[in-house]
């Protein structure tokens, strides 16, 4: 079965400094994964995803994210963040065995950047 | 770029009334749709992907009689929440797949947050 973990629930971090959002994954064969940002009351946003190649993507905003496939991780990063980048994230991976529209999301992740 | 038009953001309803919430791909046409549901301080939850000219499939564990799901054509998928209860108050995001945009072609929602009362 395809699972995503998020391991915090809520991450800190000062205006300027670099961040990261943890997500590890279990998926049956290769992954696809994907970070979503929310804002309060809106949908979803689509950040980044990684389907093969080199294992640092770079989306949206300023984000990357890194592929490791030894520690079933896909960490989201930025070097410097924003007052704005306060919202919350979430990891998905696809489901490509049972449902190819399938979506299996993280409990999401409440990033806080303080001026 | 895609966008998904979703309607209304917010509705207030009675207990034991239904509520319409209506998802509309805006510039291209969308054959499958999905339903989610977020509940507070946790993640999405698909509830049924609704493919167009034909019945939704629903996830496990989800009533079928209770949301119901039309997707009469191309660009419009309805989300019907009948008999509401305050159980059923949520936020309910839809998605369309854009299958110009390859793998990264599905368009969220903005959302509808239900409350019922």
């Known amino acids: 079965a395809q699972s995503v973990a998020q391991p915090e629930d809520q991450v800190n971090v000062a205006e300027g400094n670099p961040l990261t959002v943890k997500c590890t994954y279990s998926?049956?064969?290769?992954?696809?994964l994907f970070w979503y940002v929310q804002y309060p009351n809106r949908g979803l946003q689509f950040l980044l995803k990684?389907?093969?190649?080199?294992?640092l993507v770079k989306g949206s905003y300023g984000f990357e994210a890194e592929f490791n496939k030894s520690q079933t991780s896909f960490h989201l990063k930025k070097p410097s963040a924003l007052v704005s980048d306060s919202a919350l994230y979430f990891c998905?991976?696809?489901?490509?065995?049972?449902?190819?529209?399938?979506?299996?999301f993280g409990s999401g992740t409440k990033l806080n950047v303080k001026p | 770029g895609a966008v998904v038009s979703q309607h209304p953001s917010r509705v207030i309803c009675k207990s034991g009334t239904s509520v319409k919430i209506e998802c509309r791909s805006l510039?291209?046409?969308?054959?499958?749709m999905f339903w989610y549901r977020q509940f507070p301080k946790q993640s999405l939850m698909l509830m049924a992907t609704?493919?167009?000219?034909?019945?939704?499939?629903?996830e496990q564990g989800v009533e079928k009689d209770k949301f119901l799901i039309n997707h009469a054509s191309l660009t419009l998928s309805t989300l019907t929440v009948t008999s509401a209860h305050p159980e059923d108050s949520s936020f309910y995001i839809c998605?369309?797949?854009?299958?110009?945009?390859?793998?990264?072609?599905?368009?969220f929602g903005s959302g509808t947050r239900l409350t019922v009362v």
């Open positions: 510039d291209f046409q969308a054959t499958t």
């Open positions: 990684y389907i093969t190649g080199d294992n």
């Open positions: 998905a991976v696809r489901d490509l065995y049972y449902n190819f529209n399938k979506f299996y």
């Open positions: 998605s369309a797949r854009d299958l110009g945009q390859g793998l990264r072609g599905y368009t």
């Open positions: 998926v049956s064969g290769n992954p696809y």
């Open positions: 609704s493919n167009e000219g034909s019945k939704a499939t629903y």
